[in-house]
Protein backbone atom coordinates (compact mmCIF):
# COMPACT_ATOMS: atom_id res chain seq x y z
CA UNK A 1 0.00 0.00 0.00
CA UNK A 2 0.82 3.68 -0.74
CA UNK A 3 0.45 6.54 1.39
CA UNK A 4 0.14 9.83 -0.43
CA UNK A 5 0.90 12.70 2.71
CA UNK A 6 2.02 15.05 4.36
CA UNK A 7 3.28 15.25 7.56
CA UNK A 8 1.83 18.04 9.07
CA UNK A 9 -1.40 17.51 7.79
CA UNK A 10 -3.68 16.51 10.15
CA UNK A 11 -6.17 14.55 7.55
CA UNK A 12 -2.81 12.79 6.39
CA UNK A 13 -2.24 12.41 10.24
CA UNK A 14 -5.40 9.89 10.75
CA UNK A 15 -4.46 7.73 8.13
CA UNK A 16 -1.27 7.08 9.31
CA UNK A 17 -2.94 6.62 12.93
CA UNK A 18 -5.44 3.96 11.54
CA UNK A 19 -2.54 2.35 9.14
CA UNK A 20 -0.71 2.03 12.10
CA UNK A 21 -3.43 0.82 14.35
CA UNK A 22 -4.23 -2.22 11.92
CA UNK A 23 -0.89 -3.04 11.46
CA UNK A 24 -0.71 -2.11 7.61
CA UNK A 25 2.62 -1.77 6.12
CA UNK A 26 2.61 1.23 3.60
CA UNK A 27 5.35 3.32 1.48
CA UNK A 28 4.86 6.86 2.33
CA UNK A 29 4.95 9.31 -0.31
CA UNK A 30 5.58 12.80 0.59
CA UNK A 31 3.49 15.27 -1.21
CA UNK A 32 4.70 19.02 -0.37
CA UNK A 33 1.09 20.89 0.62
CA UNK A 34 3.36 24.33 1.40
CA UNK A 35 5.00 24.58 -2.56
CA UNK A 36 1.75 23.33 -4.06
CA UNK A 37 2.67 19.73 -4.87
CA UNK A 38 -0.68 18.49 -4.29
CA UNK A 39 -2.10 21.00 -7.20
CA UNK A 40 0.47 19.48 -9.68
CA UNK A 41 -1.20 17.91 -12.92
CA UNK A 42 0.43 14.30 -12.70
CA UNK A 43 -0.88 14.35 -8.67
CA UNK A 44 -4.79 15.31 -9.70
CA UNK A 45 -4.85 13.20 -12.95
CA UNK A 46 -3.22 10.06 -11.54
CA UNK A 47 -4.23 10.11 -7.64
CA UNK A 48 -6.05 12.77 -6.35
CA UNK A 49 -9.08 14.44 -7.88
CA UNK A 50 -9.85 16.61 -5.03
CA UNK A 51 -6.35 17.87 -4.90
CA UNK A 52 -5.81 17.38 -1.28
CA UNK A 53 -4.01 15.00 0.88
CA UNK A 54 -3.86 12.18 1.72
CA UNK A 55 -4.90 9.12 -0.71
CA UNK A 56 -4.15 5.86 -0.51
CA UNK A 57 -3.23 3.31 -3.42
CA UNK A 58 -4.26 -0.81 -2.69
CA UNK A 59 -3.11 -2.60 -5.69
CA UNK A 60 -4.98 -1.21 -7.91
CA UNK A 61 -7.74 0.84 -6.02
CA UNK A 62 -6.81 4.67 -5.47
CA UNK A 63 -8.74 6.75 -3.12
CA UNK A 64 -8.58 9.74 -1.72
CA UNK A 65 -10.51 11.78 1.06
CA UNK A 66 -9.39 10.62 4.65
CA UNK A 67 -12.47 9.72 5.81
CA UNK A 68 -13.54 7.66 2.91
CA UNK A 69 -10.37 6.06 3.32
CA UNK A 70 -10.42 5.64 7.00
CA UNK A 71 -14.18 4.05 6.24
CA UNK A 72 -12.41 1.49 3.63
CA UNK A 73 -9.70 0.52 5.66
CA UNK A 74 -12.11 -0.28 8.57
CA UNK A 75 -14.28 -2.34 6.15
CA UNK A 76 -11.26 -4.48 4.53
CA UNK A 77 -9.02 -4.62 7.46
CA UNK A 78 -11.53 -4.82 10.35
CA UNK A 79 -9.10 -5.51 13.26
CA UNK A 80 -9.34 -3.32 15.40
CA UNK A 81 -12.24 -1.53 14.68
CA UNK A 82 -12.20 2.15 14.45
CA UNK A 83 -15.92 2.18 13.69
CA UNK A 84 -17.95 -0.02 16.31
CA UNK A 85 -20.48 -2.47 15.20
CA UNK A 86 -23.16 -1.63 17.89
CA UNK A 87 -25.65 0.98 16.18
CA UNK A 88 -25.85 3.19 19.09
CA UNK A 89 -21.96 3.50 19.94
CA UNK A 90 -21.18 3.81 16.16
CA UNK A 91 -23.26 7.11 15.84
CA UNK A 92 -21.72 8.48 18.75
CA UNK A 93 -18.35 7.97 17.54
CA UNK A 94 -19.30 9.27 14.33
CA UNK A 95 -21.29 12.37 15.80
CA UNK A 96 -17.46 13.46 17.33
CA UNK A 97 -15.52 12.70 14.41
CA UNK A 98 -17.92 14.86 12.33
CA UNK A 99 -17.95 17.09 14.73
CA UNK A 100 -13.57 17.57 14.04
CA UNK A 101 -13.36 17.01 10.41
CA UNK A 102 -16.83 19.03 9.57
CA UNK A 103 -16.67 21.82 11.81
CA UNK A 104 -13.17 22.38 13.16
CA UNK A 105 -10.86 21.12 10.60
CA UNK A 106 -12.26 22.39 7.28
CA UNK A 107 -12.26 26.53 8.19
CA UNK A 108 -8.89 26.03 9.33
CA UNK A 109 -6.71 24.03 7.09
CA UNK A 110 -3.70 25.38 5.36
CA UNK A 111 -5.32 26.68 2.33
CA UNK A 112 -8.17 29.08 4.05
CA UNK A 113 -5.15 30.02 6.01
CA UNK A 114 -3.55 31.08 3.18
CA UNK A 115 -6.72 32.68 1.62
CA UNK A 116 -7.37 35.02 4.11
CA UNK A 117 -3.79 36.19 4.06
CA UNK A 118 -2.77 36.22 0.44
CA UNK A 119 -6.55 37.56 -1.14
CA UNK A 120 -8.26 38.67 2.11
CA UNK A 121 -5.14 40.48 3.14
CA UNK A 122 -5.46 39.35 6.64
CA UNK A 123 -2.34 40.30 9.23
CA UNK A 124 -0.51 36.79 10.72
CA UNK A 125 -1.95 37.98 13.68
CA UNK A 126 -6.19 38.18 12.02
CA UNK A 127 -5.06 34.87 10.59
CA UNK A 128 -4.05 33.33 14.14
CA UNK A 129 -7.12 35.19 16.05
CA UNK A 130 -9.20 33.18 13.19
CA UNK A 131 -7.45 29.89 13.96
CA UNK A 132 -7.94 30.45 17.58
CA UNK A 133 -11.64 31.31 17.32
CA UNK A 134 -12.75 28.41 15.68
CA UNK A 135 -10.82 25.73 17.73
CA UNK A 136 -12.65 27.35 20.94
CA UNK A 137 -16.06 26.87 19.20
CA UNK A 138 -15.00 23.55 17.99
CA UNK A 139 -13.60 21.88 20.63
CA UNK A 140 -16.25 23.79 23.25
CA UNK A 141 -18.40 21.10 21.45
CA UNK A 142 -15.76 17.71 21.83
CA UNK A 143 -15.16 18.51 25.41
CA UNK A 144 -19.04 18.66 25.86
CA UNK A 145 -19.53 15.32 23.93
CA UNK A 146 -16.80 13.70 25.98
CA UNK A 147 -17.90 14.85 29.14
CA UNK A 148 -21.50 13.63 28.70
CA UNK A 149 -21.06 10.68 26.81
CA UNK A 150 -17.48 9.53 27.01
CA UNK A 151 -15.83 7.09 29.47
CA UNK A 152 -12.48 4.62 29.74
CA UNK A 153 -9.12 6.47 28.68
CA UNK A 154 -9.99 7.08 25.02
CA UNK A 155 -12.60 8.86 23.84
CA UNK A 156 -15.44 6.05 24.53
CA UNK A 157 -14.09 3.40 25.82
CA UNK A 158 -10.95 1.11 26.31
CA UNK A 159 -9.74 0.99 22.80
CA UNK A 160 -9.21 3.95 20.31
CA UNK A 161 -12.15 4.22 17.62
CA UNK A 162 -12.31 6.61 14.64
CA UNK A 163 -13.13 9.65 17.21
CA UNK A 164 -10.16 9.21 18.86
CA UNK A 165 -8.05 9.13 15.55
CA UNK A 166 -9.63 12.76 14.61
CA UNK A 167 -9.26 13.98 18.09
CA UNK A 168 -5.58 13.21 18.38
CA UNK A 169 -4.38 15.28 14.80
CA UNK A 170 -6.34 18.02 16.03
CA UNK A 171 -5.23 18.65 18.93
CA UNK A 172 -1.67 18.76 17.61
CA UNK A 173 -2.50 21.28 15.34
CA UNK A 174 -4.12 23.31 17.79
CA UNK A 175 -0.99 23.12 19.83
CA UNK A 176 1.27 24.00 17.13
CA UNK A 177 -0.52 27.17 16.74
CA UNK A 178 -0.38 28.44 19.93
CA UNK A 179 -4.06 27.92 20.91
CA UNK A 180 -4.97 27.88 24.54
CA UNK A 181 -6.36 24.53 25.55
CA UNK A 182 -7.07 24.31 29.29
CA UNK A 183 -10.67 24.47 29.06
CA UNK A 184 -10.64 21.07 27.55
CA UNK A 185 -9.30 18.68 30.28
CA UNK A 186 -11.20 15.52 29.07
CA UNK A 187 -10.25 15.93 25.68
CA UNK A 188 -6.39 16.98 27.13
CA UNK A 189 -6.51 13.64 28.97
CA UNK A 190 -7.23 11.32 25.60
CA UNK A 191 -4.47 13.49 24.09
CA UNK A 192 -2.17 12.21 26.27
CA UNK A 193 -2.88 8.80 26.68
CA UNK A 194 -2.59 8.41 23.17
CA UNK A 195 0.64 9.90 23.67
CA UNK A 196 2.07 6.82 24.75
CA UNK A 197 0.48 4.40 22.28
CA UNK A 198 2.62 2.80 20.06
CA UNK A 199 0.58 3.32 16.73
CA UNK A 200 -0.03 6.93 17.74
CA UNK A 201 3.65 7.37 18.69
CA UNK A 202 4.80 6.18 14.84
CA UNK A 203 2.13 8.07 13.16
CA UNK A 204 3.34 11.49 14.51
CA UNK A 205 4.61 14.30 12.55
CA UNK A 206 7.77 14.45 13.52
CA UNK A 207 8.43 10.60 13.09
CA UNK A 208 7.81 10.97 9.05
CA UNK A 209 10.40 10.33 6.13
CA UNK A 210 8.90 13.93 4.83
CA UNK A 211 9.13 15.95 7.92
CA UNK A 212 10.94 19.49 8.25
CA UNK A 213 11.25 21.54 10.81
Not at 49 to 76: E, M, N
Not at 96 to 104: E, R
Not at 117 to 133: M, R, V
Request: glycine content about 6%; aromatic content about 8%.
Amino acid sequence: MQLYSFFNSSTSYRVRIALALKGLAFDTIGVNIRVGEHRAEAYVDEVNPSAVVPAIVDGDFTLGQSLAILDYLDAKYPTPRLLPQDMQARARVLELAALISCDIHPVNNLRILKYLQSTLGLTAAQKDAWYQHWIAEGMAGVERLLTKHGHGPWCFGEAPTLADVCLIPQIANARRMGCDLSAYPRALAVFEHAAAHPAFVAAAPDKQPDFTA
